[in-house]
C-alpha cells in the first residue's frame, strides 16, 4: 500500500479540515502508507515521494517535533509543529491524529493537517456564529430554500405569542399576512440574485398580538455551499420602532411649524393646526379657543378663575359619533398643564377632555388622549385634545411632549393672529370712523357708500368717499385712495379727507382745490418721518419714467396709486401719495364739473341704461408739484347713476383694469340697475370682489342724481343804482308769495337788501339776484368784485359793518364763492314744513 494516493477524507465529527482534508495515513512503526491529494497540495509533495518514509521526516526539526502523549493508541490527539515542504520552506501546521484499528488488530493512524491561520480563522468563525445567536439586539434566523426557518436566536422579535422553536415554521405561521407576505418577497429576492438586502424597513405583526406591531429593518444575505449550490438565506432583524416614531415625530414637527402661522386668522390658525396633526399623530384633533381671542383681547379669567374657550376647528372623527353641537365651553383654569387620559368622553359642555389640567401629568395604561394648553408670551389662550382610536398604539411621553411642542410654535403664531386681529380692527374701525354714513340723501342725489377691505395681511387702506353738501344745492362727491396699508394710511386718508372738506368749504373751483390738495399732499410728504423724495430705483412700479412726465400723465386714462411713485419717480421710505376724484354736481344745471389726480374715471349709468365712462384727462397722483389739473364737465339727465371708485373694484390678483372696467359697466348695465336701489346694487358689485381675490381696498360710491326744476329758481338782474334795491326787495317777495313761502318773505327782504346794497356799493354792476328753492331757500347775489366779503365785530361808535353779521344771524348759513366773473354771496334759510 505504499504509494497509495487516498480520497478525499470523510468528515471527522465537524472538524475544520474534513472536507477534502491534507491527510495521511501511517502504520504502527510511524511510516506514511496513504496520502491524500490534499496532503500533496499542502506540502508539495507527491505521494510517491512521502510513502514508506517516516512522517517523522517531515519535521522541519525532528528532534524537536511534539511529544507522543500517553494513550496516543486509544485517543486522539493534537497539537501544533512545524514542517518541511517540498517547496523548500518551512511551514507552521496544525495536526489532528486519530487512531485506527484493522481487522487485524494492527495499530494504524490518520493525521489530518491544516496551516495554523486557517484553523485561526474556522476558530474565529465558530465563534462570531455563536456570539451573533446569543445577541438580544437583533433578531437572527437562517432560512432554507424554501423559506423555512432552520435556526432563530431567541429575540427575533420583540413579541409575545411567539413559538418557543420555530424550526421548520414559516413567516406566514406566526406573521400577519400582509407583513409576512412583504418579507417573503425580500427573501426570495435575495435567493434568485444574490444581491445583500440592506435595512429594507417593514411593519410586522404577530398573529397572537396584532394591536401594534414593530418596524423591522431587515437584512439579508444568500447561503450558498463550496460549490455553488444555493441552500439558504439569513436574515437580521432589529427593531427601529423607536427611531421611526421618532422620525415621524421630527416630521410632524416640521409639518406643522411650515403650517401653522401660514394665516394672520385666529379661526384659520386654529384649522391648520388640528388639519397638521390628523391622522399622523391622532384619529381626531380638537382644538378651543379662548372667545377674546378672537376679538383681539388677551383672555382674562373670570371671578371663578375659568376661561370660556370656543370649540374652533375638529379634524378627523371617531367611531363614537360627533361631538357636541354646543361649540362653547364653560371655562377652563388659566392655570393648566398638559395631561393624557385612558379615555376621553366627550362632554355635554362640549369641552373634548374634562381631565384637570391643573393636575401633574397623568399617564395611564394605556393613554388614548392628550390635552396640551396653547400659551404664548405667558397667556393662555386655548387648548388643543387629540384621540387616538381602536387599532393605534397607546401614546407615550415622547407624544405628549411633541404634543407640547406643536402647541407652543402654533401659540404663538396664534398669538400673532390676536395681535393682527386687534390692530386690524382698530385700524378698520378708524377707517370706518373717518369715513362719512354710508347712506346720504342731497337735494342734488341720492348716494349709498360702501367700503371692503382686503383681506390681507398688509391691513387696511386708505381708500376713502365722501359726500360734501355746497351752497346753492349743490354736491361734491369724492372718491380717494392713500398709498399703503395699516394705521399710517388709514391716518393720512383722514388728513387728506379732512383737507378735501376744508377745500370744499371755501367753494373753489374742481382744479383749483386739486391745486392746493396736491401741494398739502407734499408737504406731507417731506414731513420728517416720511422719508425724502430720491430717484426711483425700479424696484415699486413696472417700468416707469425716471422722472416726471406730465404727458405721459395726461395721455394714461388713469394711474394706479401704487404705480404712482414709480411713473413720476418719487420714491421714500414711508411713502405719502395718494389719488382722487373731486366732482361737483349742479341739481340746478345738472351740470358736474369733476377733476381726477391719477384717478379712475366715473362711471355714467343713463336712465336709459348705457353705461360710459367719463372721458377724463387725469392729471398726476397727489404730491406730484408743479403739474395742472384740467376740468372734465358734462351734463347729466335726472336720474343718472354715477359711480366712483378705487382700484381695488376694478384690479384684481387675477385680472387687469380693462376686464375689470367691462365687468363694472357690464353690472352697471343689467336690466332695472339704473333704478334699482342703491344698496342693493351696491352690494351686488361689491360681492362679485371676493377678498380672496382683492388686490387692494375697495371703496364705492354711487349716487343717483337730482334736478331742481326750472319753476324752482328765480333769477334778475339789477342795476348798480341804490335805488334798484326797493325793486329786488318787491320781486323777491312777489316769487316767494308765488312759492307759497309768506314766511320767509321779510327775512329774504333784509337778506337780499343787505347784500345787495353791498354788491352796489363795494363792486358795481352788473349784479343779478337767484332764489333756488329746494331743501333750503337760497338767496345769491353775484357781482363782478374779487374781494371776499368778511364779517367783522362793529364798535357802537361805528356807522356799518353790520349788514353781514345781521345776515349770518337772520340764516342758518352764508358764504361767498368765486365765479368766473367774479364772486357769489349766498345765505340759507330753512323753508317750513319741507
Not at 597 to 619: E, F, K, M, Q, R
Not at 628 to 643: D, H, K, M, Q, R
Amino acid at each position: 500500500m505504499y504509494g497509495k494516493t487516498l480520497p478525499g477524507a470523510p468528515g471527522y465529527g465537524g472538524l475544520p479540515f474534513a472536507d477534502s482534508a491534507a491527510g495521511a495515513l501511517l502504520d504502527a512503526d510511524g511510516l506514511v502508507v496513504g496520502w491524500t491529494p490534499a496532503a500533496a497540495e499542502l506540502f508539495g509533495l507527491t505521494a510517491e515521494e512521502v510513502c514508506g518514509r517516516p512522517a517523522v521526516e517531515l519535521l522541519a526539526d525532528p528532534a524537536s517535533g511534539p511529544p507522543t502523549p500517553e494513550g496516543h493508541r486509544d485517543a486522539a490527539w493534537s497539537g501544533e509543529t512545524v514542517v518541511r515542504t517540498g517547496r523548500g520552506g518551512p511551514m507552521s501546521i496544525v495536526f489532528h491524529a486519530l487512531p485506527l484499528a484493522d481487522t487485524d488488530g494492527t495499530a494504524r493512524y490518520f493525521v489530518l493537517w491544516a496551516p495554523v491561520g486557517t484553523v485561526d480563522r474556522w476558530r474565529q468563525d465558530q465563534a462570531f456564529t455563536r456570539e451573533l445567536f446569543l445577541q438580544d439586539r437583533l433578531g437572527l434566523a437562517v432560512f432554507d430554500a424554501e423559506l423555512r426557518l432552520m435556526r432563530t436566536n431567541t429575540h427575533l422579535l420583540p413579541y409575545t405569542g411567539l413559538a418557543p422553536d420555530l424550526r421548520g415554521k414559516r413567516l406566514a405561521d406566526f406573521l400577519e399576512p400582509e407583513g409576512a407576505a412583504a418579507i417573503d418577497t425580500l427573501l426570495c429576492e435575495v435567493l434568485r440574485t444574490g444581491r445583500p438586502l440592506i435595512l429594507a424597513e417593514e411593519t410586522v405583526r404577530t398573529i397572537e398580538d396584532p394591536a401594534g406591531g414593530a418596524v423591522m429593518a431587515i437584512s439579508a444575505f444568500r447561503l450558498q455551499a463550496p460549490d455553488g449550490e444555493v441552500f439558504g438565506v439569513t436574515a437580521l432583524f432589529t427593531d427601529v420602532t423607536e427611531q421611526r416614531r421618532s422620525d415621524e415625530r421630527l416630521a410632524i414637527l416640521h409639518r406643522a411649524t411650515a403650517a401653522v402661522g401660514r394665516s394672520l386668522s385666529v379661526a384659520g390658525t386654529g384649522e391648520e393646526l388640528a388639519d397638521v396633526l390628523v391622522p399622523e399623530l391622532a384619529d381626531l384633533a380638537v382644538v378651543e379657543i379662548a372667545e377674546a381671542v378672537f376679538t383681539g383681547e388677551e383672555p382674562v379669567p373670570g371671578e371663578d378663575g375659568l376661561v370660556p374657550l370656543l370649540r374652533t376647528a375638529v379634524a378627523g372623527a371617531l367611531p363614537a359619533g360627533p361631538l357636541p353641537e354646543d361649540r362653547k365651553s364653560p371655562g377652563v383654569p388659566a392655570d393648566g398643564g398638559a395631561s393624557m387620559v385612558d379615555a376621553a368622553p366627550a362632554t355635554d359642555d362640549g369641552a373634548a377632555v374634562r381631565a384637570d389640567p391643573r393636575c401633574a401629568p397623568v399617564v395611564n395604561r394605556s393613554p388614548a388622549s392628550m390635552t396640551v394648553p396653547l400659551r404664548a408670551r405667558g397667556s393662555f389662550l386655548g387648548r388643543v385634545t387629540v384621540r387616538n382610536g381602536a387599532g393605534r398604539p397607546a401614546y407615550a411621553l415622547a407624544d405628549l411632549d411633541l404634543l407640547n411642542e406643536i402647541a407652543g410654535r402654533a401659540a404663538l403664531a396664534l398669538d400673532n393672529a390676536r395681535r393682527y386681529t386687534r390692530e386690524h380692527r382698530a385700524a378698520v374701525g378708524l377707517q370706518r370712523s373717518l369715513l362719512p354714513p354710508a347712506q346720504a340723501e342731497t337735494v342734488a342725489v341720492t348716494t349709498s357708500g360702501f367700503y371692503l377691505p382686503a383681506d390681507t395681511a398688509t391691513g387696511v387702506g386708505g381708500d376713502w368717499f365722501d359726500v360734501i353738501p355746497l351752497s346753492s344745492a349743490r354736491v361734491a362727491l369724492v372718491a380717494g385712495d392713500v398709498v399703503g396699508h395699516g394705521l399710517g394710511a388709514t391716518a393720512t386718508m383722514g388728513r387728506l379727507r379732512t383737507a378735501v372738506r376744508t377745500l370744499a368749504d371755501l367753494d373753489l373751483e374742481p382744479d383749483e382745490l386739486m391745486v392746493h390738495l396736491d401741494d398739502l399732499v407734499s408737504q406731507l410728504r417731506d414731513e420728517p418721518g416720511n422719508g425724502t423724495v430720491g430717484e426711483d430705483d425700479g424696484e415699486d412700479g413696472e417700468g416707469g419714467a425716471s422722472g416726471p412726465d406730465a404727458g405721459a400723465a395726461r395721455s394714461a386714462p388713469f394711474t394706479r396709486t401704487d404705480e404712482s411713485r414709480a411713473e413720476f419717480g418719487h420714491r421714500a421710505a414711508d411713502p405719502v401719495g395718494a389719488t382722487c376724484l373731486y366732482a361737483v354736481y349742479d341739481p340746478v344745471s345738472r351740470r358736474c364739473a369733476m377733476v381726477s389726480a391719477g384717478h379712475p374715471p366715473p362711471a355714467v349709468a343713463a336712465p336709459d341704461g348705457t353705461v360710459s365712462y367719463v372721458p377724463l384727462n387725469p392729471g398726476p397722483p397727489l404730491g406730484v408739484n408743479g403739474l395742472p389739473f384740467e376740468t372734465t364737465e358734462i351734463e347729466l339727465e335726472p336720474g343718472s347713476l354715477l359711480a366712483l371708485y378705487t382700484d381695488g373694484l376694478i384690479e384684481g390678483r387675477d385680472s387687469d383694469v380693462d376686464a375689470g372696467m367691462a365687468e363694472l359697466r357690464d353690472r352697471l348695465a343689467r336690466p332695472g340697475a339704473a333704478t334699482a336701489p342703491l344698496r342693493e346694487l351696491g352690494r351686488e358689485i361689491i360681492a362679485a370682489r371676493p377678498p380672496h381675490q382683492l388686490a387692494d381696498d375697495v371703496t364705492l360710491l354711487l349716487a343717483r342724481t337730482h334736478a331742481v326744476p326750472a319753476g324752482n329758481t328765480a333769477a334778475w338782474p339789477v342795476e348798480a343804482d341804490p335805488v334798484a334795491v326797493a325793486r329786488v326787495r318787491q320781486d323777491a317777495a312777489r316769487q316767494l308769495r308765488a312759492w307759497g313761502l309768506e314766511e320767509l318773505v321779510f327775512t329774504t327782504e333784509l337778506v337780499l337788501s343787505e347784500l345787495v346794497t353791498n354788491a352796489i356799493r363795494h363792486a358795481g354792476g352788473p349784479v343779478e339776484v337767484r332764489l333756488i328753492r329746494a331743501k333750503q331757500l337760497t338767496c345769491e347775489v353775484s357781482d363782478p368784485s374779487a374781494t371776499q366779503p368778511r364779517m367783522r365785530r362793529a364798535l357802537l361808535t361805528d356807522e356799518g359793518g353790520r349788514g353781514l353779521y345781521l345776515v349770518a344771524q337772520l340764516t342758518t348759513r352764508w358764504g361767498s364763492r368765486y365765479t368766473r366773473r367774479g364772486k357769489t354771496i349766498w345765505a340759507e334759510q330753512p323753508i317750513p314744513d319741507a
